[in-house]
């Protein structure tokens, strides 16, 4: 397809089209892993298509690029090895020593961690703000210091919302960046740029891979300046993709529509599934008309996704029970993949924020409900919750 046509295409035929176009030479509709560090050149300097060395761009990840900037409404997508590279990559591409960054006070602990231990140590300070506060994150900002306002929506693990087009507005009257973590909600349900944000970051760990079998991280920008920093310190720093990577969050990407739609039935029925079961003292779900961010996230969200905490009445001890009784939901840290996992967010996602604002309350129980069949996950949910 040509790339006006795929422009005005759905999201279904960008995921499966964009990025390439069957190979000219066998046909082959999948892009290839181009397993090669280095490209042959037609005299000194004639590179072919550009290709010169995988640091610096390999086939098999413009494909991926190309792939997330589409599905993101954005010019320039950028893949990395993970997401935390992917976000280390954007701090020294928009921050210099002395700049600030306000962090959403539930912020994903890895990413917590990242500027509380490295950045910090390199002169970039940060604050944290509740993202679901414009006001709070406006009284956070630093004048002339804040380069970054962070935000995820839905959060990690206590799904708070975030209004986009509220927080871009208060980042942009600061002179800020509004960068925006998509990996909960995914381009599917969502589209940052569109609201407003400058930046989307992505662990491809996550959905966008959806299979659980690769780490990888990328982002994507709707400006070509900005494109153009990212890019030289992709390439400079190095935490790129591997070609095989690539290849697996691309193939992944061409059914993220349709494991979406799915995760989200089977959230939603899990949802009401433990609304009504007594061993359950609250349910957290932006679908829950009751959630603080249900009326932003009915705004800017297609549907709300497929992770779900909930708190326990029996306390801790019946929280990491729950974890270790479920046969279906495989007790794991990650989220995103086809199969359910569940995990106790204060002893393992979230043990590194332990003693700080960010921590989660103990009795918080975690589920990444996967795409299988929903009577098996709530029979299993009601075995562990002591229910048969
Ligand atoms: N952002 C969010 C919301 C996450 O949940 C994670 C990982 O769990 C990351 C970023 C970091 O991504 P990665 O583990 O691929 O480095």
């Not at 989307?200 to 070509?224: E, I, P, R």
């Amino acid at each position: 397809m040509s790339d006006r046509e795929l422009s005005k295409a759905g999201f279904e035929t960008r995921a499966i089209h964009a990025g390439y176009e069957p190979d000219p030479t066998t046909g082959a509709v999948i892009p290839p892993i181009y397993a090669t560090s280095t490209y042959a050149q037609d005299g000194v300097g004639g590179l072919r298509n550009g290709y010169e060395y995988s640091r610096s761009a390999n086939p098999t990840r413009t494909a991926l690029e190309e792939t997330v900037a589409a599905l993101e409404g954005g010019s320039h997508g950028f893949a990395f090895a993970s997401g935390l590279a992917a976000e280390d990559t954007l701090v020294r591409a928009t921050c210099t020593p002395g700049d600030h960054v306000v962090l959403p006070d539930d912020a994903y602990g890895g990413t917590f961690r990242l500027f509380d231990k490295v950045e910090q140590a390199w002169g970039i300070a940060h604050s944290s703000a509740p993202g679901s506060d414009p006001e709070a994150v406006r009284a956070a900002i630093r004048p002339g210091e804040t380069k970054l306002v962070w935000v995820e929506t839905p959060t990690n693990p206590l799904l708070n919302i975030g209004d986009l087009a509220a927080l871009a507005a208060v980042a942009h009257e600061a002179g800020a960046l509004l960068v925006v973590d998509n990996t909960f909600a995914t381009s599917y349900l969502q589209q940052p740029l569109a609201l407003g944000a400058d930046v989307v970051v992505h662990s491809t760990t996550k959905y966008a891979g959806g299979h659980s079998d690769v780490v990888g991280g990328a982002l994507v920008v709707d400006d070509a300046d900005l494109a153009e920093r990212i890019g030289f310190h992709q390439n400079s720093i190095g935490a790129v993709a591997g070609p095989f990577d690539a290849w697996l969050v691309l193939r992944g990407l061409k059914t993220l529509g349709l494991r979406m739609e799915r995760h989200c039935d089977n959230a939603e029925a899990v949802v009401a599934f433990l609304q009504d079961h007594p061993a359950v003292s609250q349910v957290i779900y932006p679908g829950l008309p009751e959630h603080p961010g249900h009326e932003v996230a009915g705004r800017q969200m297609s549907r709300f996704g497929g992770m779900v905490s909930f708190r326990v009445a029996g306390g801790e001890q019946q929280a990491l029970d729950v974890c270790a009784g479920t046969q279906v939901f495989t007790l794991g840290e990650s989220l995103g993949g086809v199969e359910s996992l569940i995990e106790h967010p204060g002893r393992m996602t979230h043990a590194s924020v332990a003693g700080t604002d960010l921590e989660v309350p103990a009795d918080l129980v975690r589920l990444s409900v996967g795409i299988e069949t929903a009577e098996d996950l709530l029979a299993d949910l009601d075995r562990a919750l002591g229910g048969a």
